[in-house]
């Protein structure tokens, strides 16, 4: 195969984390011929993230928007406010959990763990779409 590359819009989701890894798999039909291989998610915002975290128990994103929230209150006297007290604590949420992640194929598969989901972290009140570059690189 060697390298493919596509953009992905995802629609827009409410703040909060929220599991992608079916929209990811369902727009990218030429993993299922990849043997071995890369598949690099990159996100190109600096107010919403990406994460892999459990998959199955909705208290999950719950409490990892919560503690986010702890972190990076709306409340702490942040210097860059212009466009709204979300915004800030958006960069910095961001900024902790990153804007890519790498995840080896196998058998024309994601090679995730059982209990792992590749998760769309919403920092934003209205994020609106958000825009994914997803890149394989892999061996027939």
Same mark, same amino acid.
């Given at each position: 195969?060697?390298?493919?590359? +596509? /953009?992905? +819009?995802?629609?827009?989701? /409410? /703040?909060?984390?929220?599991?992608? +890894?079916?929209?990811? #798999?369902?727009?990218?039909? *030429?993993?299922?011929? #990849? ?5 690099? #998610? ?11 975290? *459990? ?36 960069? #910095? ?20 763990? +059982? ?26």
């Amino acid at each position: 195969m060697g390298w493919h590359q +596509t /953009r992905l +819009t995802l629609p827009a989701f /409410r /703040r909060g984390f929220h599991l992608i +890894t079916k929209h990811i #798999v369902a727009s990218l039909p *030429e993993l299922a011929s #990849v043997n071995v291989g890369l598949l690099h #998610v990159f996100i190109q915002h600096t107010s919403a993230s990406l994460s892999i975290n *459990e998959n199955a128990d909705p208290d999950v994103p719950r409490d990892l928007e919560t503690s986010f929230n702890a972190i990076a209150p709306e409340n702490f006297p942040y210097a860059h406010t212009c466009e709204g007290p979300d915004d800030m604590p958006a960069h #910095v949420k961001s900024s902790l959990l990153g804007s890519s992640l790498t995840i080896p194929i196998s058998s024309g598969r994601l090679y995730l763990g +059982t209990w792992q989901g590749i998760y769309l972290c919403e920092h934003r009140n209205h994020g609106g779409e958000r825009s994914l570059v997803l890149t394989i690189h892999g061996e027939d």
